[in-house]
Every structure is written in structure tokens, then in C-alpha cells.
């Protein structure tokens, strides 16, 4: 079954609820969530190469999402293997992909799957394939010593949206990384390898809040003003530094590099910004288009993630909200972890509200003239076993997949990638990579080659220069 929650839920509440909590690096709101932030490094000033990229968009399907299921389908592996799903064509000759996936199959000529992807990691659990994919880093022993208690630490890699994020100029309105539509996952269990980490809390991203029942609702915690804060006292720089104070006390730390006061210049731009308040306004879209992308909080999280790199946001993340409401048909958390009832969960609930949301976004992009400069990258934790029946949720009759690192596949599109490939192979039952095997490494350094990042060394906290992300090479075939 689930072996731990991974359902989103509202971001925690500011201690004081007649002030404003104006605590996050970018003013996103995780970074000061886990206890003492590790100081800001130093990243280097140098402006990096242009990249045909202008932005990224990573769709990250929490849970773990079935290869085998959707990018990678075996129909010559026994049934036990294969289940009853069947590949069809797509608009690329000789790509194929799921049969309930016959939007996304439209746009084929605009993908490249990635079929020999390892992400192996030593507890073969959700925080570690979190961290892997993430970051590129693999799980460090610490994954395995202290399992579901292994939460985010300041010296954590960073997220691979943030190190984008750390190297462009800051904006005057939006930040250069926002995550959408929660956090992942339901506290205590955050998940490692999304946040700046070691790079400082100055390049978090801004977390956005989405809801289930109301998806064309979202709501930035950092930046929602409480009681008797109102938009002019904001603007008085004594009555900032007061709404923080009592947030700033247990994080003595981040003060002594002047972060709190970047923090605080951030977040008056941000609530004084039209740019901002516009750009989350997903309301305004024609109807048509809504219906386009599906009346779902996800769907309205690719169509709000459009509207984000529009307005010139760098980096966003859409992490999959999970329903509730199929838990316990899927014997997950109702998202993609389908230890139990996988076929069914998928058929009729996953891969169809998938596939019109994914669909719409590339569709809605080539239309607008965007796809060319916005990189889509499709990813998740892990695969699912390739052999049907979990022993958690009742063996082959239970008719599950269960977690399963060592082999998976992603999706890459727009922003200078090659459409119409199929990259590397998986074995004859999905279980191994065979050819062109590659890491979540090789797909961070493709993000940054595409996005035209080149310059990946940081300086820490003591002034030695490292390197963000020395494993790995850009998988110029996609390019």
C-alpha cells in the first residue's frame, strides 16, 4: 500500500494571523519551513550563454507513473508483464505510445521519450526518487538511515528549477522559479530536492496553492495579507521589518548574509506588482481553452504554468495533485502510486485527465508561438515494477505495480528538442535500461544545456568553490 501520505494540504498558517508572514526565499515559503537555512552561497555573476530555451516547464507526476503504462508499452512481454494496455502510433512514424493517450499521441511529432532512464536509488522509496530526479544527485546514505524521517536539510543539492532560477537576473515583478499547485508532500514527509538547499533560501521558489474543489483558485501563502497589514503600510519599511520579526527570531542564521532584507525588497515588489496579480489570473482565459486543458486542479496548473512563462517566469513547477477521492480504488494516496487496481485507476482516472492537460499545454504552446522557447519536461520519482502484482495489495489478483527505480521513462519537448524520438530502450520486460542508459543527471544537464545554464560551479558558505552538478552529460541527440 502507501507506505507513507503524500496528499497535498494547505501550507502552514502564519504563527501571528494579524500579520504579514513575509518569510521565504523568493518569498517562496519553504525554505525557513525546515529549521535553519544553510547561508546563501555565492553564485557567480557571469551571464550565462543564451539557450534556445527562454523557460522550462516540469510536469512532475507525484507518485511514481508507470513506464510500462504510458511511454514504453511491451506487447510482446507476457501478460504478466504487460498487462492489457496496447501501443498505438503517434504523429511521429514509428514513436508509440499508450492507447488511453490519444491526445498527447497527436502531438508525438513534438516529443522525445527517454526509455532507458536508471534512477536506481538505495531505499527504492519516494524521497530518495524525489531527490534523484530532482537534483541529479543520487539518494546519499542518509535516504536509508533515516527513511520516511529523511526530510529537506540546508545542505541538501538543489532543485534543478532553483540553480536555473540562480542564474538569471532577478525580475522586478515574478520570481524566477514558482511551484504549483502544493508542496510535496503532506507534512511531516516533505519531500527532499526541491528547494535551493546549499545555493540559500534566496532561490526557493515561490510556492503557489491550488485546490482540488476550486481549481481556478490559487493562493500564494508568502504573499497574502493579513488583518491589519494593509497595501500602504506595507510600503513602510518599519512596519515590514515588524511583520517579520517574530518569523525571524528561530533562524538567526540566514541574518548574518543580509538575506532577510533581499527577502524583504522581494516581497514588496511582489505584492505591489500588477504583472503579479495578472498573471495569476487564470479566470481570465476564454472558457473554451479552460475546457481545453480539463475543469481539474492540474489541468489549470499547466494552463496558469503557460501563463507564468508568458510573463517571463524562468522556471515553473507543476508537482500532480493527488484526488482523494481514488485512493482507495488505487490503493495510493489518489495519485500516481498504483500499488493496487493500476489498470483501472489509470484508464479511468489518470491518463485521461493526464492526457487532456498535457495535450492542451503543448497544443496551446505551438499555437501561441511559444513551444519553440519553452522546454517541457516530463518526469516523476520512479517507475512501477514491471511484473503485475504488488504482495501490499494482494499479490497478481490485486492486479498492482509496485515502486520501482531502477527503470523509467521521461518526456522532453519545445525548447530546442527534437521531436518525434524515442530515446535509448528499455529491456524486453521493461525491468532494465538496455541501450543509451542514462541518469537523472543526464536529464538535469540537459535542462541546463537547453536553458543555456553552463556555468554550474557555487561558492559555500566557508568561500571554496564547488560544482552544482558535476555528473552527467546533455543528451545532445534530443537537441
Not at 504563527?15 to 535553519?36: D, E, I, K, T, Y
Not at 514588496?268 to 506588482?273: A, N, P
Not at 493526464?354 to 519553452?374: K, Y
Request: glycine residues 10%; contains cysteine.
Amino acid at each position: 500500500m502507501n507506505d507513507r501520505p503524500r496528499n497535498s494540504r494547505t501550507l502552514p498558517t502564519p504563527p501571528h494571523s494579524r500579520r504579514a508572514f513575509l518569510a521565504a526565499s523568493g518569498v517562496g515559503f519553504a525554505g525557513l519551513q525546515f529549521g535553519v537555512p544553510a547561508p546563501a552561497a555565492g553564485v557567480q555573476s557571469a551571464a550565462p550563454r543564451p539557450g534556445k530555451a527562454k523557460s522550462t516547464i516540469l510536469f512532475f507526476l507525484c507518485g511514481g507513473a508507470s513506464h510500462l503504462d504510458m511511454w514504453d508499452l511491451k506487447p510482446e512481454a507476457p501478460y504478466e508483464y504487460r498487462g492489457p494496455f496496447q501501443p498505438i502510433e503517434t504523429s511521429a512514424a514509428g514513436l508509440q505510445i499508450s492507447e488511453h493517450l490519444p491526445l498527447t499521441a497527436k502531438q508525438g511529432r513534438h516529443l522525445a521519450v527517454v526509455r532507458s532512464l536508471c534512477s536506481t536509488v538505495n531505499t527504492n522509496d519516494h524521497h530518495g526518487g524525489y531527490y534523484y530526479n530532482l537534483t541529479g544527485h543520487g539518494a546519499d546514505p542518509s535516504f536509508l538511515s533515516l527513511g520516511n524521517n529523511r526530510t529537506p536539510m540546508p545542505d541538501d543539492w538543489p532543485y534543478m528549477g532553483c540553480v536555473v532560477g540562480s542564474r538569471r537576473p532577478a525580475g522586478d515583478g515574478l520570481p524566477n522559479a514558482v511551484t504549483l499547485p502544493h508542496m510535496p508532500s503532506k507534512r511531516p514527509y516533505t519531500r527532499p530536492g526541491q528547494f535551493a538547499a546549499k545555493l540559500g533560501v534566496a532561490h526557493d521558489p515561490l510556492y503557489v496553492q491550488g485546490s482540488v474543489d476550486n481549481p481556478l483558485k490559487f493562493e500564494a501563502p508568502a504573499l497574502v495579507l493579513q488583518g491589519d497589514v494593509t497595501n500602504a503600510r506595507l510600503q513602510s519599511r518599519q512596519s515590514l521589518l515588524g511583520a517579520v520579526n517574530d518569523a525571524r527570531r528561530q533562524f538567526d542564521r540566514e541574518a548574518a548574509d543580509g538575506g532577510w532584507s533581499r527577502l524583504q525588497q522581494r516581497a514588496v515588489s511582489l505584492l505591489g506588482s500588477a504583472q503579479t496579480t495578472a498573471a495569476f489570473n487564470v479566470a481570465s482565459e476564454p472558457e473554451k481553452l479552460r475546457e481545453r486543458y480539463g475543469a481539474t486542479i492540474n489541468g489549470t496548473s499547466l494552463l496558469l504554468a503557460r501563463r507564468l512563462v508568458e510573463a517571463g517566469v524562468p522556471f515553473v513547477t507543476v508537482f500532480w495533485m493527488e484526488n482523494e477521492k481514488i485512493a482507495g480504488k488505487c490503493k495510493s494516496a489518489g495519485g500516481w502510486d498504483t500499488h493496487g487496481n493500476n489498470f483501472n485507476c489509470l484508464r479511468e482516472h489518470l491518463l485521461p485527465e493526464f492526457d487532456r492537460a498535457f495535450s492542451a499545454l503543448v497544443e496551446d504552446l505551438d499555437q501561441r508561438g511559444l513551444l519553440d522557447e519553452t522546454l517541457l519536461l516530463v518526469t516523476s520519482e520512479m517507475g512501477r515494477t514491471p511484473k503485475i502484482g504488488d504482495p501490499r495489495s494482494g499479490g497478481i489478483a490485486g492486479a498492482g505495480r509496485d515502486h520501482w527505480t531502477h527503470c523509467m521513462s521521461v518526456v522532453l519537448a519545445g525548447g530546442g528538442i527534437r521531436g518525434g524520438q524515442a530515446y535509448g530502450t528499455s529491456d524486453r520486460r521493461g525491468e532494465y535500461p538496455a541501450e543509451k542508459p542514462v541518469t537523472p543527471a543526464h536529464v538535469a544537464k540537459t535542462v541546463y544545456h537547453a536553458m543555456g545554464v553552463h556555468d554550474l560551479e557555487a561558492t559555500d558558505k566557508d568561500g571554496r568553490v564547488f560544482n552544482l552538478l558535476a555528473e552527467g552529460e546533455p543528451l545532445l541527440e534530443l537537441l
